[in-house]
Structures are given as structure tokens and as C-alpha cells.
């Protein structure tokens, strides 16, 4: 062999290494970029708030609005409502002893609100509240859920505790079995008394399930104390205020069915995705422009 062919052999017996050095480099390097984009899709995640619009407001769409958690902000990917998606309300009935005289009006306003509130896609959960407290089975069936609230009987005889914190934590936990939207209407005096359920304990319940709570205080006595504080059920009033929902003291059956089913029929689900949260609980602000009337759950939280 010639001493001009042997650089020529040397060069052909190392191109097969150097292919293969260039093609891991080529290859590290697209996995080096591509990288960030499949991290950060992988850590964006689906959540979800619930608020109430006013009637002018109806026609809310998601690029309207905005959510803000932290310093972050993010644009809704959907805002969702009945009969678009289903609709669950339970309703929490106080019949302790000392509702005797008004029991039959707690009856009537309930009866009132499923017949407003009756469609082939909402279902109802009737729950009482007394020293044998009981939550129905959930029915799609208005007779059916009429019927519960007719038959639920007051204590009788002496006064005594009624836990109200563990009937609407049950009633909570038995509609969020359910998609949709999620609804909690509380009718009677209000005053909780040996529940196991402590009062935070039932404010988180309501925010992670992402529960629209309303209550409607009914006594055949004033609810207010000393300087016009009021006295009964006032945990329930911030549970109204931090969840969206409506909240009404002894009104009159006319205007207590109009308030809440108007309050009811306002209920949006609004979705929106973000960077993975650490398990907490967050404050949320949702942001509408301006002419849109909204009221919106004040808090989320991440289990």
C-alpha cells in the first residue's frame, strides 16, 4: 500500500465514531429544549371556583374573565352553568324544639324552592337537623323531594342542642359525590349546639368542595342581640358571604323564594389552569369588567 493511501484508511476507519458522537450530541440537546415545555405542561393543573352573577351578567364568557391567586394571574378556560352542567341542591332543614312555631314556614319556603328550581338536571338532597338528624337519598324526582320536606318532624318537648354543623356537613359531603354545580340552602334558626363538626372545620369542607352556600335565618323571635348584632347563626352569614351565596333573616316567604332561586339560577362554575399549587388553602380573586356584577368564592383549596 502507498504511503498516500494510508491517511485516506485512517480518516474512513474514524468517521463511524464521530457519526455517532454527533448524532448523542444532537440528540441531548433537543431533549435540553424540549424540555421546559413537557415540565411545564406536566405542571399545569385544572381548577375550578364558583360565583354568582346578577341578571345582567348572565351572558358571562371566559375570555371576560380573569383569576388571580398570589401573584399570579390567569385567563378562565370555561365558565359553565345549568343546564350545561348538572346542578345538586341540598337543603338543610332546622326542626329543633324551639322551631315548633315555624316549622310549617321552613316547610312552605322549602317546597317553594323546588318548584322554582325543578329541571330534568337538577337533584335534591333534603337533610333535617334535630336531636335524630337525617339526610334523605338524593332524588331527581320534585314529588318525590317534596314529599322528604313534608315529612320531617320537629322535636318535642324541652329545647335542646341542635347540631346544625354536622347536618350541613353531611348534606355537603353527599352531593359532592356529584359533578356539577353544588349548592347548600339552610332554612331555620340557625344556632348550633354539640356538633362534632367544628365551625372551621365545616368552612373548609364548603371551599374545597367548592360549595354556594345560602341561608335563609327563620325564628318567630328576633335574631339580634345586644346593639343589633345578631345573635343566631351568625357563623353561617360568613359562611354565605365567603361562598357566594345569599343570605336573608327572617324574611317573608314571597321574597326569601325569589332571592334564592334568583341567587341560585346565578351560580357559575368558572375553570381555569395554572402552574401546580402546594397543597393549602389560597385566597382567589376573580375579575370581571367592569358593568359585570359578580360575587365569588373568596378562597380555594388544594388537598
Known amino acids: 500500500m502507498s504511503e498516500s493511501a494510508r491517511p485516506v484508511a485512517l480518516n474512513a476507519s474514524r468517521s463511524g465514531p464521530l457519526r ?35 341578571a345582567k351578567s348572565a351572558g358571562l364568557t371566559s375570555s371576560e374573565v380573569v383569576l388571580r391567586i398570589r401573584n399570579v394571574s390567569v385567563p378562565a378556560t370555561a365558565v359553565e352553568a345549568s343546564p350545561e352542567i348538572r346542578r345538586n341542591i341540598a337543603i338543610v332543614m332546622d326542626a329543633g324544639s324551639d322551631q315548633a312555631n315555624v316549622l310549617s314556614k321552613e316547610k312552605e319556603l ?26 334523605q337519598p338524593t332524588t331527581l324526582d320534585r314529588s318525590v323531594a317534596i314529599e322528604q320536606i313534608r315529612d320531617i318532624t320537629g322535636d318535642r318537648g324541652e329545647k335542646a342542642n341542635v347540631a346544625i354543623h354536622d347536618a350541613i356537613g353531611s348534606a355537603i359531603r353527599q352531593i359532592s359525590f356529584n359533578s356539577g354545580l353544588r349548592v347548600v340552602i339552610f332554612i331555620g334558626e340557625g344556632n348550633d349546639g354539640g356538633s362534632r363538626l367544628r365551625y372551621a372545620e365545616l368552612h373548609s369542607l364548603a371551599e374545597s368542595n367548592h360549595i354556594a352556600f345560602f341561608s335563609a335565618l327563620v325564628a318567630d323571635h328576633s335574631l339580634r342581640g345586644v346593639k343589633s348584632i345578631l345573635r343566631y347563626g351568625w357563623n353561617l352569614q360568613e359562611l354565605t358571604s365567603d361562598t357566594a351565596g345569599v343570605f336573608l333573616e327572617n324574611p317573608k316567604i314571597p321574597k326569601a323564594t325569589r ?20 397543597s393549602g388553602r389560597y385566597k382567589i380573586s376573580v375579575l370581571a369588567p367592569r358593568g359585570k356584577g359578580l360575587r365569588a368564592q373568596t378562597c380555594i383549596v388544594i388537598p
Open 20 to 54: 455517532r458522537v454527533a448524532s448523542v450530541v444532537v440528540a441531548i440537546i433537543f431533549a435540553i429544549l424540549c424540555a421546559p415545555l413537557e415540565t411545564t405542561k406536566a405542571a399545569s393543573e385544572q381548577y375550578s371556583v364558583v360565583v354568582r352573577v346578577d
Open 110 to 135: 322549602a317546597v317553594a324552592l323546588i318548584n322554582e328550581l325543578s329541571d330534568g338536571g337538577t337533584s335534591f338532597t333534603i337533610a333535617s337537623a334535630s336531636t335524630s338528624s337525617k339526610t
Open 259 to 278: 332571592r334564592l332561586s334568583d341567587g341560585v339560577r346565578g351560580l357559575r362554575l368558572i375553570r381555569f389552569e395554572m402552574p401546580s399549587l402546594p
